[in-house]
């Protein structure tokens, strides 16, 4: 997959807000290519509403992981800037594509309470900068992805989240997100 992930204007100081809304487009762009991968390796997915679903539990792991890859580039006022703007960008992209594949809807609070329960399991979890997420958040959130796959792809979706799907999006954020700050 091919993300833009450097500014056009080269010397240009961008806000952290702008800095949050790349990084949200470059998350859903992740979430949808890991929903692709695992059609493509044979997980069934039956509705618009259960794809959208499994998106956005990759938009919730990555924006954790992006939280705890960044958090050295801002003080503590920056990062909540930074973590709401990229949260509320991210839900605007599911919530649009929520509204055309499914129909009217208030889909942006049952992201955000959704986002908040889970950002509050990750938490438990060890990461580190080098390795990444630890072996048991990978497990949670294989397990996660496995319970809105639904019972027939329940037994192996998990492995392929663990050892596949996060090596993935652990890539594609260490390319992408640190161009963003320069």
């Known amino acids: 997959m091919r993300i833009k992930s450097r ?3 080269k010397g240009k100081t961008h806000t952290i807000e702008e800095i949050a809304g790349a990084v949200a487009f ?90 908040n329960d889970r950002i509050s399991e990750y938490s438990e979890f060890s990461y580190d900068e080098k390795d990444g997420p630890s072996f048991p958040m990978k497990r949670f959130f294989g ?11 329940q037994k192996w979706v998990a492995d392929q989240v663990i050892e596949i799907e996060v090596r993935d999006i652990m890539s594609h954020l260490r390319k992408s997100v640190p161009n963003l700050f320069k």
């Open 7 to 9: 500014w056009s204007k």
């Open 26 to 115: 470059i998350n859903w762009r992740i979430a949808g290519n890991c929903l692709l991968s695992l059609e493509n390796n044979d997980f069934q997915t039956d509705t618009h509403e259960q794809r959208l679903k499994i998106i956005s539990e990759f938009l919730i792991f990555t924006i954790h992981m992006i939280d705890r890859m960044t958090i050295e580039n801002f003080d503590g006022n920056e990062r909540v800037r930074f973590i709401t703007e990229l949260v509320t960008k991210t839900a605007k992209h599911l919530e649009d594509n929520k509204r055309d594949l499914i129909g009217p809807g208030d889909y942006r609070d049952a992201f955000i309470q959704l986002l």
């Open 143 to 153: 397990d996660k992805v496995a319970e809105v796959m639904g019972e027939k792809n």
